[in-house]
């Protein structure tokens, strides 16, 4: 049993990404197309990741957890694809292997369709050439079988493709042709939207076929096994895509595909979730969307347009852990929407504390009486609006735009992060907690692990202590034999014991550390905190003195 320092890096790096944990997210909802829309939700995007940091998912994170684009052109595709040809030819293998690898990844991220099969067969098989001339014959072969598994009936080109590639290809044909069929069922609401299996078109919905999947290769790792196995599935219908569905078959699936909800998602520019006009479908696909991203907590920003070039800001907090209830939301006016931006700092404040400063308007629940007055605005409250209003602001009086009623979480209490003011520093009439509070925690957690260790490689040490004192017992000496066991033995307890001493030092200063941010957390003591260690060869100590 030993322990080296490697354990203590693996413990800071758990400790480090446990704090990065994201729980927030923010989109858009309304017309997706919409420049104003997609600008404000990019800048909020922006105020509200200078304020909460790490727990803000990132656009590149949040478009990887739903679809994963390429950020090329298919054009572009297309010259890279002819540059790993020209490689190919110039018998430049390995470096055409290297770029033919990323190639077919980017190329499986186009959007579906018969552009992005032509290019994604080819690029499969211009890399089964390649492996071919690299003396790789099973990964040459598993390239082309990817093809016939799709298409069985798939063409190759005689022109473009040689006489012993043709032989090749037409012996994997027959080999796909006998591996053991799993059934693939796709269904979808509504039906009747079509089926691309790898961007290839085969059928409409509800659909079902007999797929090829390949036996298992001795040689063949589980990973390489599951990657011959899987197909991305994508369906559409008037315009609506859902998200690539990747199925690995080991047994027969069975694939529904919500097109209603899939369908409102875009993530080419900004993420953003269509509406069409019914309230009801806005936030229950706002809900699903939340649980997809394994948020806690999602900003949900709109945009209702009104005469004369002014338009509302409309910010929901979607409460995704516990009950996918709204738990506030409030409206902001801007009369010049190019200076939307500058507006967006206490709308980001606002979804954060539920406090309304300034300009920013609580919306209440339609059944409310009345619209809320200049004089509520400015004290941060909100007078009820009249019943059954719409949910468009109002074109004569341009009274904020009415929501739906909102439904207080029915599980644990809503965390409130304090209020932050335009500079990102909690203000003290909200709360006193400061950066130092999850700073304290995370530097207190790296600490108990840091003591976990020292006290892991405290007892191995003693372990090999007393095994090594054991050959000097009753006066006794080791023999000229296991001499080298006993200095080996020797040297591994000193290292286990310089390794207690740095987790027991490292660990105490760290928990000290941790305990004094948090104990210094809001108003500053009069009297500093004293920390003083206390250390000999075998034992530590910590003294602190707190105010």
Same mark, same amino acid.
């Given at each position: 049993?030993?322990?080296?320092?490697? +354990?203590?890096?693996?413990?800071?790096?758990?400790?480090?990404?446990?704090?990065?944990?994201?729980?927030?997210?923010?989109?858009?909802?309304?017309?997706?197309?919409?420049? &104003?829309?997609?600008?404000?939700?990019?800048?909020?995007?922006?105020?509200?990741?200078?304020?909460?940091?790490?727990?803000?998912?990132?656009?590149?994170?949040?478009?990887?957890?739903?679809?994963?684009?390429?950020?090329?052109?298919?054009?572009?595709?297309?010259?890279?694809? =002819?540059?790993? =040809?020209?490689?190919?030819? =110039?018998?430049?293998?390995?470096?055409?292997?290297?770029?033919?690898?990323?190639?077919?990844?980017?190329?499986?991220?186009?959007?579906?369709?018969?552009?992005?099969?032509?290019?994604?067969?080819?690029?499969?098989?211009?890399?089964?050439?390649?492996?071919?001339?690299?003396?790789?014959?099973?990964?040459?072969?598993?390239?082309?079988?990817?093809?016939?598994?799709?298409?069985?009936?798939?063409?190759?080109?005689?022109?473009?493709?040689?006489?012993?590639?043709?032989?090749?290809?037409?012996?994997?044909?027959?080999?796909?042709?006998?591996?053991?069929?799993?059934?693939?069922?796709?269904?979808?609401?509504?039906?009747?939207?079509?089926?691309?299996?790898?961007?290839?078109?085969?059928?409409?919905?509800?659909? =079902?076929?007999?797929?090829?999947?390949?036996?298992?290769?001795?040689?063949?790792?589980?990973?390489?096994?599951?990657?011959?196995?899987?197909?991305?599935?994508?369906?559409?219908?008037?315009?609506?895509?859902?998200?690539?569905?990747?199925?690995?078959?080991?047994? $027969?699936?069975?694939?529904?595909?919500?097109?209603?909800?899939?369908?409102?998602?875009?993530?080419?520019?900004?993420?953003?979730?269509?509406?069409?006009?019914?309230?009801?479908?806005?936030?229950?696909?706002?809900?699903?969307? @939340?649980?997809?991203?394994?948020?806690?907590?999602?900003?949900?920003?709109?945009?209702?347009?009104?005469?004369?070039?002014?338009?509302?800001?409309?910010?929901?907090?979607?409460?995704?852990?516990?009950?996918?209830?709204?738990?506030?939301?409030?409206?902001?006016?801007?009369?010049?929407?190019?200076?939307?931006?500058?507006?967006?700092?206490?709308? @980001? &404040?606002?979804?954060?504390?539920?406090?309304?400063?300034?300009?920013?308007?609580?919306?209440? $629940?339609?059944?409310?009486?009345?619209?809320?007055?200049?004089?509520?605005?400015?004290?941060?409250?909100?007078?009820?609006?009249?019943?059954?209003?719409?949910?468009?602001?109002?074109?004569?009086?341009?009274?904020? $735009?009415?929501?739906?009623?909102?439904?207080?979480?029915? *599980?644990?209490?809503?965390?409130?992060? $304090?209020?932050?003011?335009?500079? *990102?520093?909690?203000?003290?009439?909200?709360?006193?907690?400061? +950066?130092?509070?999850?700073?304290?925690?995370?530097?207190?957690?790296?600490?108990?692990?840091?003591?976990?260790?020292?006290?892991?490689?405290?007892?191995?040490?003693?372990?090999?202590?007393?095994?090594?004192?054991?050959?000097?017992?009753?006066?006794?000496?080791?023999?000229?034999?296991?001499?080298?066991?006993?200095?080996?033995?020797?040297?591994?307890?000193?290292?286990?014991?310089?390794?207690?001493?740095?987790?027991?030092?490292?660990?105490?200063?760290?928990?000290?550390?941790?305990?004094?941010?948090?104990?210094?957390?809001?108003?500053?003591?009069?009297?500093?905190?004293?920390?003083?260690?206390?250390?000999?060869?075998?034992?530590?100590?910590?003294?602190?003195?707190?105010?």
């Amino acid at each position: 049993m030993r322990v080296s320092w490697q +354990w203590l890096v693996v413990g800071i790096l758990i400790a480090g990404g446990a704090s990065a944990q994201s729980r927030w997210a923010v989109v858009g909802s309304g017309n997706c197309s919409d420049p &104003d829309l997609l600008n404000n939700v990019r800048q909020l995007w922006n105020e509200m990741r200078s304020r909460v940091g790490n727990k803000l998912l990132t656009e590149e994170k949040l478009r990887e957890k739903l679809a994963p684009a390429t950020t090329r052109t298919p054009e572009e595709l297309s010259r890279q694809f =002819q540059a790993v =040809q020209m490689l190919f030819y =110039q018998n430049k293998l390995d470096e055409a292997e290297e770029q033919v690898r990323g190639l077919v990844v980017e190329v499986s991220r186009l959007p579906a369709g018969k552009e992005r099969w032509k290019l994604q067969t080819d690029t499969h098989l211009l890399r089964a050439m390649i492996l071919r001339e690299l003396k790789h014959d099973e990964l040459a072969n598993q390239e082309m079988a990817w093809v016939l598994r799709r298409d069985p009936n798939y063409p190759l080109d005689k022109r473009q493709y040689s006489g012993q590639t043709h032989e090749r290809f037409e012996r994997v044909r027959k080999q796909v042709a006998q591996e053991k069929r799993i059934r693939l069922e796709v269904k979808s609401q509504p039906s009747g939207a079509d089926v691309f299996l790898d961007s290839l078109l085969v059928g409409k919905t509800p659909f =079902q076929v007999d797929l090829p999947v390949a036996s298992a290769s001795a040689n063949a790792s589980q990973e390489n096994e599951a990657s011959e196995n899987r197909y991305q599935v994508v369906v559409m219908k008037d315009g609506a895509t859902s998200m690539p569905h990747l199925v690995t078959l080991k047994a $027969p699936v069975s694939l529904y595909v919500d097109l209603q909800f899939e369908g409102a998602i875009h993530t080419e520019r900004t993420p953003c979730l269509s509406y069409e006009g019914d309230e009801k479908t806005r936030w229950s696909n706002a809900q699903k969307l @939340a649980t997809l991203l394994e948020v806690e907590q999602m900003a949900v920003l709109r945009v209702e347009h009104q005469n004369q070039g002014s338009l509302w800001l409309v910010a929901s907090v979607l409460e995704a852990k516990h009950s996918s209830a709204r738990t506030r939301e409030g409206s902001l006016k801007v009369t010049d929407p190019s200076r939307a931006s500058e507006e967006l700092g206490g709308v @980001a &404040d606002f979804i954060l504390t539920g406090l309304s400063r300034g300009s920013i308007t609580t919306t209440v $629940p339609s059944s409310a009486e009345d619209a809320p007055s200049e004089s509520s605005k400015a004290a941060g409250t909100a007078t009820p609006a009249k019943p059954g209003a719409g949910s468009a602001p109002s074109r004569s009086t341009g009274t904020p $735009p009415a929501a739906a009623p909102v439904r207080p979480p029915s *599980g644990p209490a809503t965390e409130v992060i $304090p209020a932050l003011n335009r500079q *990102g520093i909690a203000n003290p009439e909200a709360s006193n907690r400061t +950066w130092r509070t999850p700073v304290g925690l995370g530097v207190a957690g790296v600490g108990l692990v840091g003591v976990g260790i020292g006290v892991f490689a405290q007892l191995n040490a003693s372990h090999l202590w007393e095994q090594f004192n054991g050959y000097y017992a009753n006066g006794t000496a080791p023999s000229q034999l296991s001499l080298p066991t006993v200095v080996q033995m020797r040297q591994s307890a000193q290292t286990a014991q310089g390794v207690a001493m740095t987790g027991f030092i490292a660990g105490g200063v760290a928990l000290v550390g941790g305990a004094a941010l948090l104990l210094l957390d809001g108003a500053p003591p009069s009297t500093p905190v004293a920390v003083r260690l206390v250390a000999s060869p075998t034992s530590l100590g910590v003294n602190v003195r707190f105010p």
